[in-house]
Each structure stands twice: as structure tokens, then as C-alpha cells.
């Protein structure tokens, strides 16, 4: 079945540093896929989407672009804040309609002044 | 945008009672609500997808008669946990299917999460 693998964390970097969690997923056909972020104790948050092939979504200062052929969707930024602290979730929505979400693992960013 | 309004944001109950959390769309009318179930520090586990006026799709595991689903109009939709155990002490979201306008396809909204303590 469909399936989204993350990068295992904690990731802990210093402010303004470059940040890569890694995501891959498995599906068949033509899946949506989407990064969410957790704050402690809250609900998520959609970060950004990608629809199809070749897609780069962006938000915040976020990217992640659909590879098909790597079959990735790995969520960068170029430097990050204290307060991107948080938990990040890959996500997608399989081409079979029955509007599942399937997770990743979730990562944990912590970002230190 | 689209908001989807959960309650409780937390509730602590006695072993063996019943607890209600409530999801709202607040702007638009979620055809489809899921719920979820989130340990500590893990990932989000799909409990079940209910649909509007029909009864909930219950994820394999999980015990329809222990978590009743309620999804009685386009803007409400229900969790019951019934007879609770403290091993049933979770994080659980909602999330609703949004369809954006102009095309642009559809995402998820969610609930802004209870946590149930039992005790």
C-alpha cells in the first residue's frame, strides 16, 4: 500500500542555518503530496502542497518539489528561525479517491539561537 | 480560509465514562471528516473517515463500538469514546477534506486537537 518514509530526527540546528528533511514515499499512480507542521499541543498545519510532477510548493520560506522519478518531496529552507521549532509531518493523498491522508513518521526541529 | 473548530481542547474523565469531541466546519461544508489518533512523539494514526448522513469507515484495529462516529450534518461531526480506560489517554485530531476554489484542487484542514486524559 501507499507509504511515506521521513528522515529520522531530532534535527537540531543553529539559527540561520540551512535546513533538508528528507521525504520518499511509495504509491501508485499520481498521489498529492504535503508537509504539515505540529506546534506542541496543537493541531497541524498545512505548510505547502504539490499536486503533481515538477511541482515545487512554497511557503514561509519553505520549498519541497515532487519528484517522480525519485519519488521525494524532501522540504527545505534556507535559514531557519527559533521559532520553526516544531514537528513536521510528509504527507499524501493516494490517487484511489478514498481522500486518505497517510503520514510520515514526523520529524522534530529544534532550532537554538 | 477554511477553519474547522474542535472541542474540547482537553478533558480529563473517570475510567469508564463516555467523552464527546466535536468537530465544526465553520466556513464550508466538509462532506468527509477523519479522525485521527496521535500517541506522544508519533505519528498521526487514521482511526476512521466518516461521511456525511452515512455511517463512519472504521481503520482496521480500531473498535467502532468503543469510538462512535457521528457525522449527522455538513458541519458537525462527533467522537465518542465510550466507557474510556486510561490506555485510551491520547492526543486525537479531526481533519476535514477542503476543496479550494478555481480548480486548484483539495487539502485537509484540521482540528486544533483534544487531549483526553483518563483516569
Known amino acids: 500500500g501507499d507509504s511515506v518514509t521521513q528522515m529520522e530526527g531530532p534535527v537540531t540546528l543553529s539559527e540561520e542555518a540551512f535546513l533538508t528533511i528528507n521525504c520518499t514515499y511509495t504509491a501508485t499512480g499520481y498521489p498529492s503530496l504535503f508537509w504539515y507542521v505540529q506546534y506542541p499541543g496543537e493541531g497541524l498545519q498545512l505548510l505547502l502542497k504539490?499536486?503533481?510532477?515538477?511541482d515545487k510548493g512554497s511557503n514561509k520560506g519553505f520549498e519541497a518539489t515532487y519528484r517522480k522519478e525519485t519519488t521525494s518531496f524532501h522540504l527545505e529552507k534556507g535559514s531557519v528561525q527559533v521559532s520553526d521549532s516544531a514537528v513536521y509531518f510528509c504527507a499524501l493523498s493516494g490517487s484511489s479517491n478514498t481522500g486518505k491522508l497517510i503520514f510520515g513518521q514526523g520529524t522534530t526541529l529544534q532550532v537554538k539561537p | 480560509g477554511a477553519v474547522v473548530s474542535q472541542h474540547p481542547s482537553r478533558v480529563i474523565c473517570k475510567s469508564g465514562t463516555s467523552v464527546k469531541i466535536e468537530c465544526r466546519s465553520l466556513d464550508f461544508q466538509a462532506t468527509t471528516m477523519f479522525w485521527y489518533r496521535q500517541f506522544p512523539k508519533q505519528s498521526l494514526m487514521l482511526m476512521a473517515t466518516?461521511?456525511?448522513?452515512?455511517?463512519?469507515?472504521?481503520e482496521q484495529g480500531v473498535e467502532k463500538d468503543k469510538f462512535l462516529i457521528n457525522h449527522a450534518s455538513l458541519t458537525l461531526s462527533t467522537l465518542t469514546v465510550t466507557s474510556a480506560h486510561p490506555e485510551d489517554s491520547s492526543f486525537y485530531i479531526c481533519?476535514?477534506?477542503?476543496?479550494?476554489?478555481?480548480?486548484?484542487?483539495?487539502?485537509?484542514?484540521f482540528g486544533s486537537g483534544t487531549r483526553l486524559t483518563v483516569v
Open positions: 466518516s461521511n456525511e448522513g452515512s455511517k463512519a469507515t472504521y
Open positions: 481533519s476535514a477534506r477542503t476543496y479550494w476554489t478555481g480548480g486548484r484542487g483539495y487539502g485537509y484542514t
Open positions: 504539490a499536486t503533481k510532477a515538477d
